[in-house]
């Protein structure tokens, strides 16, 4: 997990467990709820929950109720916790949670130039470079890797073509 490579070099004092646990859980609502592509019909956001408030509204909806349906599932005690753990993520009340945030971004960008060989069109591209590198604001470090992705991401590009 990028959490442990990067948590010496952070800014603050990161709170790995907890930051584990976030990177570990964060995703399981959309078991449920789904996994909407934040990059929508066009490739560049304007029709998502990355750009509309209502949207995001709705998606954090339907995976709160999932979240929910997932973690009673598990003793009262450890299914709190981690509901509201998982609350505490998707909030971004705390410096962990923001730092995963920003990791989970630089990852899913990179996982997209990796599966695509570079191929994209160049609207997803530009969309990606601003996805990766908003999160990262959290943090200096956090900051220069993503600029050091978006950089790689120019690099290796190549025009995907209908």
Not at 111 to 125: A, C, D, N, S, T
């Amino acid at each position: 997990m990028l959490a442990i490579l990067v948590s010496d070099k952070l800014s603050q004092k990161i709170n790995l467990e907890k930051a584990l646990k976030m990177a570990l859980i964060h995703d399981l609502p959309e078991i449920i709820a789904g996994d909407p592509s934040p990059m929508g019909t066009d490739g560049t956001g304007k029709d998502t929950y990355y750009s509309k408030k209502e949207f995001a509204k709705e998606k954090y909806e339907k995976e709160k109720i999932a979240a929910k349906k997932i973690f009673d599932l598990l003793p009262k005690k450890e299914g709190t916790s981690l509901y509201e753990l998982w609350l505490e993520y998707e909030k971004r009340e705390c410096f962990e949670a923001k730092a995963i945030k920003a990791l989970d971004a630089i990852e899913c960008s990179l996982q997209i130039m990796e599966y695509r060989k570079g191929y994209v069109f160049p609207k997803h591209l530009t969309f990606n470079i601003d996805y990766v590198t908003k999160h990262a604001k959290v943090d200096p470090f956090l900051q220069d890797l993503a600029n050091y992705v978006a950089v790689d991401m120019k690099t290796k590009y190549k025009e995907f073509k209908k």
